[in-house]
């Protein structure tokens, strides 16, 4: 037999509130809660709040963005969206659904009249940004099965706030949409579960089978496997799985097959299956195996990590824990742990630890760590918990003294001064949030170090990044075309090879292998730009007879490559007819 929480225990949409939230309560809450559109209007703003800042000026960010939108850029060119290829190699990694989204805001950008759309990465990044909103709005729908108007609403907001979030919204890949995707098919399956009904409405039907196809064609299996583990936990702990009948497998089986049979059945015809053989067998299983593209890390990594992640609400999740252990034989916490717990597990088992991987997890932490504040367990009275919840000043101290000290060391002396009084105002309430944690009013931290989240995402992704040039190498390089004496030219690089170059210039961009060919590349006639990486221009010159040196370079681009660590400085030489 199931076990339920009593009625005063968990309150949901309407009911009254617990006793537990009585102190400190926040009046602006209530207001914002007052209705459903209030709710969703406010999370909703909170999120573009975070997410809208940078989305032009961040620069493409290797390796995996510009892949990703290359790949959409060339299907575009081409007019061929069932083969997934990034220059003359084909890339079958991930299925097509983010690139057909991607290609989708392009190509409306286009029709807009944006200019020089296709190499305009914000319009590459609006799946994206959508995904992360929708993901939000989808925690609160699935919060409200937990939790009160009210609550749910504090839930979807610490979960619209975390900075892994931020940072997915941010960037043209499969993320974001991904959580968006797991987000309504597990809402809908905590419809399921708690309400017990013999039938479901339309809207929750739709909900977990559009997540479960929409997210097969974004990342493949991910989102079963997020739906299936819980499915299955859950059905152990009933003693039956005849909860799910009011999903109608079949019918929903039989929607899944006709959204993603289409492309799948495509590709295969046009890959012969090198697109299962890849994807599947190098792609997925040498993650499982192995550490993928060196990001190897050990168990442990992700809870590690996740005081990270999920700032500022890691702090407070983190006391919800012996909540989740005494509650673990009632409905809602069991269906929260095993949401969480058993994929969680698996990620830390696996060898390649990225980050991102566990993000569709986060939405239900949230409402675990809301739920642990309304029963009165997010307290300093806590060992301990003084110190752990020092971690929501701790993060937006690092990363304003971490950005000042970057420009100064990387970037001439920069200090990004334009965003210092945003930063500032993001450590005083994240300051605020730990003193009210301190004086036992939980709920007023919280709302504060979501204040602070709302302060520093802007601080940092809108306006520090846009003062320190010190990492836009390939922008600064690819700004060079404008200056050619010719337009469009051909384009070579010789020691710098990331894909945000090839993404800025041309898809035709030549990878050169060494000095000679970097050489015969730049006197092949017409107009041509060629990059020479600092390791690589005495190979360079060498290559040139004595008597006769290579041209005078066009300029130099000094800077940090973020994604191996190293400094960066490539000349630019030109040759016109």
């Known amino acids: 037999m199931t076990t339920r929480l009593s009625a005063g225990a968990l309150s949901r949409d309407g009911d009254v509130q617990p006793g537990g939230l009585r102190a400190g309560r926040i009046t602006l809450i209530d207001r914002l809660s007052a209705s459903h559109a209030r709710a969703c209007a406010a999370l909703a703003l909170l999120c573009l709040l975070l997410f809208l800042p940078g989305q032009a000026s961040l620069q493409p960010m290797d390796r995996d963005e510009p892949r990703f939108a290359q790949a959409t850029k060339q299907m575009l060119e081409t007019g061929d969206f069932v083969a997934i290829r990034f220059q003359d190699e084909a890339r079958n990694k991930k299925p097509v659904g983010i690139y057909w989204a991607q290609a989708a805001a392009v ?191 050990p168990p442990g990594a992700y809870t590690l990590a996740f005081f990270a992640t999920f700032w500022p609400g890691a702090a407070f999740a983190a006391m919800s824990v012996p909540l989740a252990w005494r509650e673990r034989r009632t409905d809602a916490v069991a269906f929260l742990i095993a949401t969480i717990l058993p994929a969680w597990l698996i990620f830390e088992a696996v060898p390649t630890k990225l980050p991102h991987y566990v993000l569709p997890l986060m939405p239900w932490i949230a409402v675990l760590t809301v739920i642990a504040l309304t029963r009165g367990e997010i307290t300093p009275r806590r060992r301990c918990a003084r110190a752990v919840a020092l971690l929501v000043p701790a993060i937006p101290l690092g990363l304003t003294f971490g950005l000042c000290l970057t420009g100064w060391k990387l970037d001439n002396h920069t200090i990004p001064w334009i965003s210092l009084p945003v930063l500032a105002a993001a450590c005083l309430a994240a300051g605020a949030s730990w003193i009210a944690f301190a004086r036992d009013l939980p709920e007023r931290a919280i709302a504060l170090a979501i204040l602070g989240s709302g302060l520093l995402g802007p601080g940092v992704l809108g306006l520090a990044q846009r003062q320190l040039p010190t990492f836009k190498v390939s922008p600064r390089l690819a700004a060079f075309q404008s200056t050619m004496p010719c337009r469009d030219p051909l384009v070579g690089t010789l020691g710098y090879r990331e894909p945000s170059l090839v993404f800025l210039t041309r898809t035709d961009l030549v990878m050169l292998p060494d000095g000679d060919a970097a050489k015969a590349f730049l006197q092949g006639g017409g107009c041509r730009l060629l990059f020479v990486e600092g390791r690589e221009r005495d190979a360079f010159n060498f290559a040139w007879p004595v008597g006769r040196p290579a041209p005078p370079p066009l300029g130099v681009v000094e800077g940090f490559n973020l994604n191996n660590g190293r400094r960066v400085y490539a000349t630019a030489y030109a040759a016109a007819p």
């Open 107 to 297: 190509a409306a950008g286009e029709a807009l009249g944006v200019p020089n759309a296709r190499t305009q990465i914000a319009l590459y990044r609006i799946p994206s940004l959508l995904g992360a909103l929708a993901s939000a709005l989808l925690a609160y729908w699935g919060a409200l099965a937990f939790l009160a108007r009210r609550e749910a609403l504090l839930a979807a907001a610490l979960y619209g706030a975390c900075l892994m979030l931020n940072a997915e919204a941010h960037l043209a890949k499969t993320d974001a949409l991904l959580a968006a995707c797991a987000t309504a098919s597990l809402a809908a399956l905590a419809q399921v579960w708690l309400r017990r009904e013999s039938r479901i409405s339309l809207p929750v039907f739709l909900a977990f089978w559009l997540g479960i196809a929409v997210g097969i064609l974004v990342k493949g299996p991910m989102v079963p496997l997020f739906v299936v583990l819980p499915a299955l936990f859950l059905s152990w702990k009933a003693r039956s799985a005849s909860w799910l009948r009011p999903l109608r497998p079949l019918a929903g089986l039989a929607l899944t097959a006709v959204i993603v049979a289409p492309w799948f059945v495509a590709i295969t015809l046009k890959s012969g299956g090198a697109f299962y053989a890849e994807a599947v067998g190098k792609d997925m299983l040498g993650k499982v195996g192995g550490a993928a593209e060196r990001h190897w890390g």
